[in-house]
């Protein structure tokens, strides 16, 4: 079925998004948030066809920054998390507060900008399997951020990359998007602390990192 013009849309939807009215021009966040309200049963329910719908998805985000991604929450009650996310990439940041600020109000979604904070998983990356348990950190506060050491057992150089990549996934998990990218500094990987009361839990971290930035 061929996508609605704006011209089609309900007036009170033209208003909600700032749409309506003589010399507004429309931005490429009102245009995402027209789409995704037009295509929002597809969305919704993606699982229906998931490559198709991801395509049309990430297309349509990338018409408002080429490093915005996305991530959907499972079903609950009749609604569903939408996450608006930079990849990490902090020059995209304006993009995804501005996006976010742009949304409508949707009886069946709650927008949710940046990856939020969540348990930290177990990962599998690169042909190495990391169990998050067996991770553990430690935090120096820095000039202006905080610098985090990751120990995984079994890490080593050869496979350093792979190591690597698996403690920045922990560590968006564990702080989410926005922190790690604006609170943390230097980040390291190691096979092991010097003793373990020199290091910290992942699911520690979290309070760690913000009692260093209480203002």
Excluded: C
């Amino acid at each position: 079925m061929p996508r609605k013009s704006f011209l089609a849309l309900p007036l009170s939807l033209l208003a909600t998004l700032g749409l309506h009215g003589r010399g507004n021009q429309t931005t490429t966040e009102q245009a995402f948030w027209v789409w995704f309200q037009n295509n929002q049963d597809m969305l919704f329910d993606f699982e229906k066809d998931e490559e198709r719908t991801f395509d049309r998805l990430a297309a349509e985000l990338h018409k408002v920054h080429p490093s915005l991604t996305f991530e959907f929450g499972p079903k609950n009650d009749g609604s569903r998390e939408f996450v608006i996310s930079a990849d990490g990439i902090k020059e995209a940041f304006p993009k995804v507060e501005s996006l976010y600020a742009a949304a409508p109000v949707l009886p069946r979604w709650k927008f949710i900008k940046f990856r939020p904070r969540r348990k930290p998983n177990n990962i599998s990356y690169g042909g190495v399997n990391v169990k998050h348990e067996t991770v553990t950190v430690q935090v120096a506060r820095g000039d202006q951020k905080a610098d985090i050491i990751v120990f995984i057992p079994g890490y080593n150089e050869r496979e350093r990359n792979a190591y690597l990549s698996i403690a920045f996934l922990l560590l968006d998990e564990a702080l989410g998007e926005y922190d790690v990218e604006m609170k943390i500094g230097q980040i390291q990987v190691k096979p092991s602390p010097p003793t373990a009361e020199q290091a910290h839990s992942l699911e520690e971290l979290p309070k760690i990192v913000d009692a260093m930035f209480v203002h």
